[in-house]
């Protein structure tokens, strides 16, 4: 690969089979190498580790800054004092970006008009798109700039996004599909999803 995605820190989901079914157990990088990933792996998940032996295949999907990666992997060492370690090569699949998992986040979001900003709140946000609210009747298919105010310590995030068909969603409740954004500004983003996730684990 020309650049290597995966980083210290990503999200991994292992596919954990149990007899006839199949467990998901989030784990993260980490220490990346070059044909294998050092996770972590939750206390609370051990349980499953005697199905995680030397040498079992498993199904991981990997969160990174161009998509979910989806690796048939082979545990390397066994879950032990919080870590596992699997072995994966490059050939994978990435799935659409607005596969990306969403977590819970209000924070200040712009739609940019000429007649002037809606200042909106944003409900969840990920990778690929924000849900946000506000009064202003927006229509299905509408494209708009739009700012994303992610931290208080950094410049917003620019992209261009389309307003989806709210379906299930609250009257004043909308989703943007981003349709243009900065790899490196989605990629802020995404790790901001994993560090909510990594503090509501903890608070578990």
């Given at each position: 690969m020309v650049q290597n995605p995966i980083k210290r820190g990503q999200k991994v989901q292992i596919e954990v089979e149990t007899g006839?079914?199949?467990t998901i157990?989030?784990?993260y990088i980490l220490e990346p190498d070059s044909d294998r990933?050092?996770?972590s792996f939750p206390?609370?998940?051990?349980?499953?580790?005697?199905?995680?032996?030397?040498?079992?295949?498993?199904?991981?999907?990997?969160?990174?800054?161009?998509?979910?990666?989806?690796?048939?992997s082979i545990v390397y060492d066994a879950p032990f004092d919080g870590k596992l370690v699997i072995e994966y090569n490059e050939q994978h699949q990435i799935i659409q970006r607005r596969k990306?998992?969403?977590?819970?986040?209000?924070t200040d979001f712009f739609l940019v008009r000429e007649e002037g900003n809606i200042k909106t709140q944003t409900v969840d946000l990920s990778g690929g798109g924000v849900r946000f609210l506000t009064?202003?009747?927006?229509?299905?298919?509408?494209?708009?700039?739009?700012?994303l105010r992610l931290t208080n310590f950094e410049p917003m995030i620019k992209m261009q996004g389309?307003?989806?068909?709210?379906?299930?969603?609250?009257?004043?409740?909308?989703?943007?599909?981003?349709?243009?954004?900065?790899?490196?500004?989605?990629?802020?983003?995404?790790?901001?999803?994993?560090?909510?996730e990594q503090s509501q684990n903890r608070k578990d």
């Open positions: 006839s079914k199949k157990i989030d784990c990933l050092t996770l206390a609370s998940k051990n349980e499953f580790a005697p199905y995680l032996s030397e040498g079992t295949e498993i199904k991981a999907f990997l969160y990174s800054f161009t998509g979910i990666m989806i690796f048939e990306y998992f969403r977590m819970p986040y209000i009064d202003t009747n927006l229509k299905a298919e509408q494209i708009f700039n739009a700012q389309q307003i989806l068909k709210k379906n299930f969603y609250k009257a004043n409740e909308y989703v943007m599909e981003f349709t243009q954004i900065d790899e490196a500004d989605r990629n802020k983003i995404i790790q901001k999803c994993i560090k909510i």
